[in-house]
Nanobody, 126 residues
Framework: VQLQASGGGLVQAGGSLRLSCAAS????????MGWYRQAPGKEREYVAA????????DYVDSVKGRFTISRDNAKNAVNLQMNSLKPEDTAVYYC????????????????????WGQGTLVTVSS
């Protein structure tokens, strides 16, 4: 199984980035997907999740209203649109997949993540 994340980079505070994750999971539509991040010296933190169909989404409070998670089941991809970025958003962002046919809430904790991507670095300068 591969989760290939891309789209990270350096951006000024207030700017935007769009992360993408291409998944080899099949059928992709059976998997809850999400994003986590890990800042230097900190534990990995849940950021957002999306249900199989994309009909339900969830976000950590610190990104609500600024980040949007979406998925394209036809392209086996999940995206994270990040707007109004802040220096505290600086981290390595990881694409994550839960176990097959599980509820969206199972991915809110690292213990519910079945597969991890390799991470993409997002750096927000002040």
């Amino acid at each position: 199984v591969q989760l290939q994340a891309s789209g990270g980079g350096l951006v000024q505070a207030g700017g935007s980035l769009r992360l993408s994750c291409a998944a080899s999971l099949r059928p992709f539509s059976d998997y809850v997907m999400g994003w986590y991040r890990q800042a230097p010296g900190k534990e990995r933190e849940y950021v957002a999740a999306i249900s199989w169909s994309g009909g339900s989404t969830d976000y950590v409070d610190s990104v609500k209203g600024r980040f949007t998670i979406s998925r394209d089941n036809a392209k086996n991809a999940v995206n994270l649109q990040m707007n109004s970025l802040k220096p505290e958003d600086t981290a390595v962002y990881y694409c994550a997949a839960g176990e097959r046919l599980q509820a969206i809430g199972t991915i809110f904790s690292v213990t519910g993540v079945q597969y991890w991507g390799q991470g993409t670095l997002v750096t927000v300068s002040s």
